[in-house]
Antibody
Framework: QVQLQESGPGLVKPSQTLSLICSVS??????????WSWIRQHPGKGLEWIGY???????HYNPSLTSRVTMLVDTSRNQFSLHLRSLTAADTAVYYC???????????WGQGTMVTVSS | DIVMTQSPDSLAVSLGERATINCKSS????????????LAWYQQKPGQPPKLLIY???TRESGVPDRFSGSGSGTDFTLTITSLQAEDVAVYYC?????????FGQGTEVEIK
């Protein structure tokens, strides 16, 4: 049973860079079948897709965030990461990692990690 | 981006009664060559991540009770919960994966009347 677990700082200062890691267990990130996404949820609000990465390192970002986002993959550690630059309070959200096949629904989600942007 | 609009924003249903949630996309999510609707439904309980219930608009994810069903095509979709149970209290989201970026509806909160 594949499981995902997000990790990272709960509090980040404005203008800094947020770095989160998603650890994959129970399966290989390198299987080639799946894409690995980051999705966020602002407090009390809806869901926003940030982008995905493939095991090869190819990425696809939401145009609304592409100028501030970088995603990386570390197949040796079975992890992928999100780096979001130039943070503002509007980036305060729960950040989820999720798995999906190409052009398919998100069928496995991590538990999420709350990130607050505040000085 | 495809805009997903759900209705209502919230609804209260008696235990054992039917709950119906609607989702409308700003453009069709039906891929003609496969005749599949690129539409999913999720359930989110407080403090938990979303859980996939339905994909391809009407295919139930493994382990999802059969009281949950999805229907619709093109731009108009419905999630139906027949015989609402206490454990179904949650926020429900529709999501299109027809085009990038994938987008979600604003959510519908289901509570017990």
């Amino acid at each position: 049973q594949v499981q995902l677990q997000e990790s990272g700082p709960g509090l980040v200062k404005p203008s800094q860079t947020l770095s989160l890691i998603c650890s994959v267990s129970g399966g290989s990130l390198s299987s080639g079948t799946y894409h690995w996404s980051w999705i966020r949820q602002h407090p009390g609000k809806g869901l926003e897709w940030i982008g995905y990465i493939y095991y090869s390192g190819s990425t696809h970002y939401n145009p609304s965030l592409t100028s501030r986002v970088t995603m990386l993959v570390d197949t040796s550690r079975n992890q992928f990461s999100l780096h979001l630059r130039s943070l503002t309070a509007a980036d305060t959200a729960v950040y989820y990692c999720a798995r999906h096949s190409s052009s398919s629904a998100f069928n496995i989600w991590g538990q999420g990690t709350m990130v607050t942007v505040s000085s | 981006d495809i805009v997903m609009t759900q209705s209502p924003d919230s609804l209260a249903v008696s235990l054992g009664e039917r709950a119906t949630i609607n989702c409308k996309s700003s453009q069709s999510v039906l891929y003609s060559s496969s005749n599949k609707n690129y539409l999913a439904w999720y359930q989110q309980k407080p403090g938990q991540p979303p859980k996939l219930l339905i994909y391809w608009a009407s295919t139930r994810e493994s382990g999802v009770p059969d009281r949950f069903s999805g229907s619709g095509s093109g731009t108009d979709f419905t999630l139906t919960i027949t015989s609402l149970q206490a454990e179904d209290v949650a926020v429900y989201y529709c999501q299109q994966y027809y085009s990038t970026p994938p987008t979600f509806g604003q959510g519908t909160e289901v509570e017990i009347k």
